[in-house]
């Protein structure tokens, strides 16, 4: 499927993807630095959600329901390496 959407974070994705193929010798170090909520908003706007649940359990309609506290829990912990 095509992406269309020119939000922020699909611009930021396109612009390190044009970057990864201009400079094919580049290493990330990091990107931890690009995710924060709104990236993971995009990324659950992305996922599959009729896919299996995740090792915990929860489908994507169970995380859906409480979205903005899961995607700033999961943004915390990622930040805090919890």
Do not use: C
Not at 31 to 42: F, G, K, S, T, Y
């Amino acid at each position: 499927m095509r992406e269309t959407s020119s939000s922020p974070i699909v611009l930021q994705q396109r612009q390190l993807a044009q970057q990864a193929v201009r400079y094919p010798t580049m290493v990330f170090t990091t990107l931890a630095h690009l995710m924060d909520v709104a990236w993971l908003r995009e990324a659950f706007r992305r996922t599959r959600k009729d896919a299996a649940p995740g090792i915990d359990e929860v489908t994507a309609g169970e995380y859906a329901e409480h979205l903005e506290v899961n995607l700033t829990d999961l943004s915390e912990r990622w930040r805090t390496g919890r």
